[in-house]
């Protein structure tokens, strides 16, 4: 019998709820789940209606809002907590970063709202339609806790309220959806772009691909306004109602799901977050796109955690692609969609029935009926593509009434590999994946690297101190004649010893190569002049090229020469302030 492999033992997830029961009851453990409990069976469906959701149809909230004011599902304490989160949202603008305003990415931003509930939390909008991607802990801890009927109210980070109610919810993933139901009108300074009747609010975009390793990330989400690490219990904090941080992706746990977060999120990331920071939203820097929610940090480690980009992807195809937004429903009957990757069936809000259901994983779950185009996978289209060189086998439903269809099996050929030109430039583009794939293309670029600059500090360097060091009468004649002398009558000795004794003058220090260089310049000028030394360096035999200046004692370094000068210069100012 094979044993079951254990599931890695990581700390569990602590969101505002739970640390909120901990410190009221420090004694008492957290209950066990049952089969039945389990947040991870499910995408629930709500019991509410969605006729009359569309961005054109949303009711439209009274422009000032009063503490007297009846909004459904909330109190007379949460509507002054939304009343003051507001408010403190106009008076403290949220700062996005100069880089991201020069690229138009500040609507990724500004697409992060603020649950307006004690218990905090974090939602952004996906979708100009009114879809809020956030975690499912912020709306329910667990299935039983789950009410589909209640509306949740939201402010953007302009001051624009809305109501917003649950399509669906998956305990496993950590994941749920929110669809707008009423939105104030926005403010003068949000824009055209956020004006529900024009069909669009602040919206951001999943990304194609998931993050790179050590991708910068930002990460805008609400602070809680309690202390719960305090010793006095109450104890506020001063962060304001919404934080932007910035740190990196850090990859996923090793060994655990991307698609379970259900204890602990896989993602890591260094970004600074709090109580409340559950569901904000983790933003690709460079695209201003959407890499991952924030859920949770490990209490060992320190490490934050969060909701994977594949995690997300998954869910949003299984729950969105199977209905249609746009169109009201006319069919009371729940729609099904088994997920080949998961383990368990998803169950989401009635909807009209698709016309196409692809069975693959790999594939868009559903194609609705009002899908403007079908996804050309094979030009990288979609959020998925097959794996390269595998023949991918389609399961095509074709609807033949409400719940009757026909099944078409389609086989496709293996996907074209890419050119040697492509591969090449992915992989010296490339900042992830094999770390030993890394190391030698860092090697393969320092190389040459490398080489060019220790030619320069082995030959080019020393030759130019050596040029430099010459005696003025060598260098009358001028460099160039100076090189076709050289290359005339060569060094002596040859070249190989010249070049030696360029390597030894790199490491000698800097007395004993500038002797070595005044004594070579010397032998290069003797050569030329024809003089001949002994082993005292004194002048026993001269050519025909003798210059008076050879016989005068001065030295014949011009670096020396400036030492002297200078040296004889100091002298004359003591005797003349002594004489004063």
Not at 47 to 73: A, F
Not at 428 to 438: A, H, K, Y
Not at 479 to 488: K, Q
Request: proline share 7%; charged share 20%; net charge neutral.
């Amino acid at each position: 019998m094979e044993e079951v492999p254990q599931k890695p033992q990581v700390s569990r997830r602590r969101p505002r709820q739970t640390a909120r029961m901990d410190n009221a009851a420090t004694a008492s453990s957290r209950p066990s789940q049952t089969t039945n409990n389990d947040p991870g069976c499910f995408i629930i469906e709500p019991d509410h209606n969605t006729t009359g959701m569309m961005v054109e149809g949303l009711h439209i909230l009274p422009e000032i809002l009063h503490v007297g004011l009846k909004l459904k599902d909330l109190g007379k304490r949460s509507i002054q907590l939304l009343l003051k989160k507001r408010q403190l949202l106009k008076e403290t603008p949220l700062d996005v970063p100069e880089d991201m305003k020069r690229k138009g990415l500040s609507s990724s931003v500004m697409a992060t709202l603020v649950f307006a509930q004690e218990e905090a939390g974090t939602a952004v909008c996906i979708s100009p339609n009114g879809i809020l991607l956030t975690c499912s802990h912020c709306i329910a801890e667990t299935i039983d806790d789950f009410d589909g009927s209640k509306s949740h109210s939201l402010p953007f980070p302009s001051g624009q309220v809305v109501e917003a109610k649950a399509l669906a919810w998956d305990g496993k993933r950590n994941l749920a959806l929110l669809k707008i139901t009423s939105a104030q009108q926005p403010p003068p300074s949000a824009g055209a772009s956020s004006i529900p009747h024009s069909g669009g609010f602040p919206v951001i975009t999943l990304s194609s691909t998931p993050p790179v390793l050590k991708a910068r990330l930002i990460c805008v989400g609400h602070p809680g306004s309690e202390n719960f690490e305090a010793a006095v219990p109450g104890t506020k904090t001063d962060y304001d109602v919404l934080h932007l941080s910035t740190g990196t992706f850090r990859g996923c746990a090793e060994g655990q799901d991307p698609q379970d977060d259900s204890d602990i999120g896989a993602l890591m990331h260094s970004c600074w977050t709090y109580w409340g920071h559950s569901g904000a939203p983790l933003v690709y820097r460079k695209t201003g796109t959407l890499v991952g929610l924030h859920s949770s940090w490990d209490d060992e480690t320190g490490m934050r955690r969060g909701v994977a980009w594949e995690a997300i992807s998954g869910f949003l195809e299984s729950a969105l692609s199977i209905q249609d937004l746009t169109t009201p429903p006319t069919s009371t009957s729940f729609l099904y969609a088994h997920d080949t990757h998961d383990t368990h069936d998803l169950k989401v809000q009635p909807q009209v029935l698709p016309a196409f259901h692809c069975s693959n994983y790999r594939l868009p779950v559903c194609l609705p009926p009002s899908c403007r185009k079908m996804y050309n996978l094979w030009l990288g289209e979609g959020p998925y593509l097959p794996s390269i060189n595998t023949p991918t086998t389609t399961t095509i439903s074709t609807s033949t009434g409400l719940l009757k269809s026909s099944t078409t099996s389609l086989t496709t050929a293996a996907m074209p590999t890419t050119t040697e030109v492509e591969a090449l430039r992915s992989w010296v583009l490339s900042t992830s994946g094999n770390w030993l794939l890394n190391i030698a293309k860092a090697v393969a670029l320092s190389i040459p690297l490398g080489l060019f600059i220790s030619a320069m500090c082995c030959c080019w360097i020393p030759c130019l101190w050596y040029t430099d060091h010459l005696t003025d009468e060598f260098l009358d004649i001028s460099v160039w004649t100076g090189r076709l002398l050289r290359g005339e009558y060569g060094p002596a000795g040859g070249w190989i010893p010249l070049i030696r004794r360029r390597v030894r003058m790199f490491f000698m220090g800097r007395e004993e190569r500038a002797e070595a260089q005044r004594r070579e310049a010397q032998e290069a000028i003797d050569r030329v002049v024809g003089a001949r030394r002994d082993r005292h360096g004194h002048v026993v035999g001269v050519g025909y090229q003798q210059e008076p200046a050879m016989t005068t004692g001065l030295p014949q370094n011009r670096t020396m020469r400036r030492q002297m000068a200078r040296q004889q210069a100091r002298a004359n100012r003591t005797v003349n302030s002594n004489n004063n």
